[in-house]
């Protein structure tokens, strides 16, 4: 008997070593040091530096402007100004777009938790118009409001609202609902059980929306200056493309590259600020992601 169950039971050593080498591999690279972190990151860099020269010479700089001329591009780009007001007209777009919409976006699903019929019938406009491309709305936007800062700005709400908004609601609807039981039996309001409970569970969520939302809020304004527009760094692209100046292509392209690292950087940090309540994780995985 003992024999047979020897045979049909496989060896647990055998059986679980992929697990354990897998939960060995995460805890040695969640306890890796921070400098290894960046100098992998100063190594990748370079590569990629290397093969954006290698593309210049293989193709030619009219195709591929090399990194150094465009590095020396920047420098004069920034001391005439020229790339400093395209960035600052950028970024108000872009910042504008993201206020209107990411307040109401992240405001409505607590909204929507106390009023469930109301809940179900918005439900499929929002996912419709969560699915509508946005790209066909930019003519829209640019014959109803023009040619300056608020249709860039309407384009860049309609893009953020979903985004937070969809974030937002997962984060609400993830509360664990033992909690929320809990406060009603001790006698708390809905506006406590809110405050307490429902939004200390979900502002991560509001934070994972508006770190998704950044780029495509940046991305939208620079789309809307492609196709209307006579300042911005989309302005900077379409009129280096057109005047076949692949030089202020990748100088706007850089800065745009620049601009959604720092944006990414500035919500993370804001986002470990306030919730520096919440215990610390194990590793330093969040710590150098946020880094």
């Known amino acids: ?44 860099f370079a590569i990629l530096i290397a093969l954006w020269e290698a593309c210049s010479l293989y193709f030619g700089t009219i195709w591929f402007s090399s990194p150094w001329s465009v590095l020396l591009r920047f420098g ?15 970024v ?37 118009g969560y699915g509508v491309p946005k790209l066909a709305l930019a003519p829209l936007f640019i014959l109803w409001f023009g040619v300056e800062l608020a249709p860039k700005v309407a384009l860049v709400i309609s893009i953020v609202f979903f985004l937070v908004f969809f974030s937002t609601a997962a984060g609400v609807n993830a509360v664990n609902a033992q909690y929320v039981s809990m406060m009603r039996v001790c006698g708390a309001k809905e506006r406590d059980i809110a405050r307490h409970v429902v939004w200390p569970g979900a502002v991560p969520y509001i934070f994972a929306g508006f770190r998704i939302a950044a780029p495509y809020a940046i991305g939208a304004a620079v789309v809307g ?54 215990p610390a994780q194990q590793g330093g995985g969040t710590r150098i992601m946020g880094a």
């Open 1 to 44: 008997m003992s024999a047979s169950r020897e045979s049909l039971s496989p060896p647990v050593s055998g059986m679980f070593t992929p697990r354990v080498r897998r939960r060995r591999a995460i805890r040695v690279a969640s306890q890796a040091p921070a400098w290894r972190v960046y100098v992998d990151r100063f190594i990748i």
């Open 76 to 90: 004069s780009e920034l001391q005439n100004g020229d790339l400093w007001s395209n960035t600052i007209v950028t």
């Open 225 to 278: 200056e492609l196709i209307s527009s006579n300042r911005g760094l989309g302005f900077m692209i379409n009129s280096g493309a057109t005047n076949f100046d692949t030089t202020v292509v990748f100088v706007a392209l850089a800065t745009l590259t620049l601009l959604v690292v720092a944006v990414n950087l500035l919500v993370a940090r804001t986002e470990r600020w306030l919730l520096r309540w919440r």
């Open 92 to 128: 108000k777009e872009a910042f504008y777009g993201a206020l209107l919409g990411g307040i109401p976006g992240a405001v409505l699903p607590f909204v929507l938790r106390r009023r469930p019929m109301t809940n179900a019938i918005l439900d499929p406009y929002l996912a419709g």
